[in-house]
């Protein structure tokens, strides 16, 4: 069964520092990963999709990059804005369903 | 493109009652979804949908639960009879195909008195 595991569980960081939220999944055989935000009381809204022959995706200031053989997916967010403060989830597709396994989200809060 | 849109936003409702819960996906889309969120389980699958047929309903937590999508623009989730435990807030989310980014709507919050 896959399991996808987000670390830190919170993270807070002063206005324009560079930071990096990880993800990590316990089976390899992923079609792809698709990173996600969350505002308080709203839906998720997708970010970053990476296919699994994909090493890495970028949008603006966010850069999601994915290392299959170890399970393992980074989101890196340069010059972080209050803007950015949510909570960011990833998600894998695993198997020949199309069904996503999410992790449990790091909640980041940008500070003035 | 309006997104996903579910409705109603909030649902308040006291136990025994039967909820229901709508989606309209996003117009040519073919796959929908229903998740659940909870704080203690985080998001989870209850049921999909590919071409308005269920695929995969194993998600769904009890024979109180159903979910159907009689055509390409609408799904309803029911729960009957609803319990406290069922308070969450219910995800509907669409997208184009297998390996696609997937859209969700902005979710109903439900509570079981």
């Known amino acids: 069964k896959q399991e996808v595991t987000q670390i830190p569980a919170a993270l807070s960081v002063p206005e324009g520092e560079n930071l990096v939220l990880n993800c990590s999944f316990t089976?390899?055989?992923?079609?792809?990963l698709q990173w996600f935000r969350q505002d308080p009381g709203k839906g998720l809204t997708s970010l970053l999709l990476i296919q699994s022959s994909q090493r890495e995706q970028t949008s603006g200031r966010l850069n999601a990059s994915l290392d299959k053989s170890s399970g393992r997916s980074t989101l890196y967010i340069a010059a972080s804005q209050p803007g950015d403060s949510a909570t960011y989830l990833c998600?894998?597709?695993?198997?020949?369903?199309?069904?996503?396994?999410f992790g449990t989200g790091t909640r980041l809060q940008v500070t003035l | 493109d309006a997104g996903v849109i579910q409705s109603p936003r909030h649902e308040v409702t006291e136990m025994g009652q039967e909820v229901t819960l709508r989606c309209k996906p996003i117009?040519?889309?073919?796959?929908l979804f229903w998740y659940r969120q909870t704080m203690m389980r985080g998001l989870e699958l209850l049921i999909y949908f590919n071409n308005n047929v269920p695929i995969d309903d194993s998600g769904m937590p009890e024979d109180r639960f159903s979910a159907k999508m009689p055509n390409a623009s609408f799904s309803n989730l029911k729960i009957q009879p609803s319990e406290p435990r069922d308070s969450a807030v219910y995800f509907c989310?669409?997208?184009?195909?297998?390996?696609?980014?997937?859209?969700f709507g902005s979710g109903t919050q439900l509570s079981v008195l």
């Open positions: 089976d390899s055989a992923i079609y792809n």
């Open positions: 998600a894998v597709n695993t198997g020949t369903a199309s069904k996503l396994t």
């Open positions: 117009s040519g889309h073919d796959y």
């Open positions: 989310a669409s997208k184009t195909g297998w390996g696609e980014k997937l859209f």
